[in-house]
């Protein structure tokens, strides 16, 4: 299909993200007017111990109103690459280090309204070596056995998007 940018505006810039507004052409020849946020890449680990307990983090979500469980997921720098953030991140966000570190997918978050995509990594061989975290993130670190995990998912006590996503790309690494 051909779809044609006749026009785009920045709107807002901000810390993380940008907004813009385009106007498309569309393969019917219609006009549409787009809201766009630009957002850089991210990761998402899921960090698996010795006694296979994946560590969660729960986080406040203003926008959500509530703390969620998460995985520890992170915004990638300019030029940064998907492995150096993970790492970074999960130092950040769990206080520990992953000897195995092993991408098994990656997805669009919003492709409605967002550019970005996450990267999704399988972390293991955890050790302590903790890195400060981000200012404006207050963390509490959970660690659950996998089977309780995928248990919290079907009861619905798990409903960050990533996170459910992210698990049920790594589900058959756990069969």
């Not at 044609?4 to 709107?11: C, D, G, R, S």
């Not at 092993?102 to 999704?120: D, R, W």
């Not at 207050?138 to 006590?157: C, D, T």
């Amino acid at each position: 299909m051909n779809f044609k940018t006749i026009a785009t505006q920045e709107i807002f810039q901000g810390r993380v993200f940008s907004v813009r507004q385009e106007q498309v052409q569309m393969p019917n020849g219609n006009l549409a007017r787009l809201d766009i946020i630009d957002h850089p890449p991210s990761v998402l680990m899921i960090p698996v111990d010795e006694n296979n307990d994946i560590w969660f983090i729960h986080q406040y979500r203003h926008p959500a109103g509530e703390e969620l469980l998460e995985l520890p997921a992170g915004v990638m720098e300019p030029g940064e690459s998907p492995e150096s953030c993970a790492l970074r991140e999960i130092r950040e966000e769990i206080g520990m280090s992953a000897k195995i570190i092993e991408k098994i997918g990656g997805f669009f978050m919003a492709p409605g309204y967002t550019t970005e995509f996450l990267h999704v990594f399988l972390t293991r061989q955890l050790q302590s070596d903790p890195l400060p975290g981000d200012v404006d993130e207050f963390i509490r670190v959970e660690r659950i056995p996998v089977a309780e995990a995928f248990m919290k998912v079907e009861r619905g006590e798990i409903r960050d998007s990533k996170t459910l996503a992210a698990l049920l790309l790594a589900k058959s690494r756990f069969a």
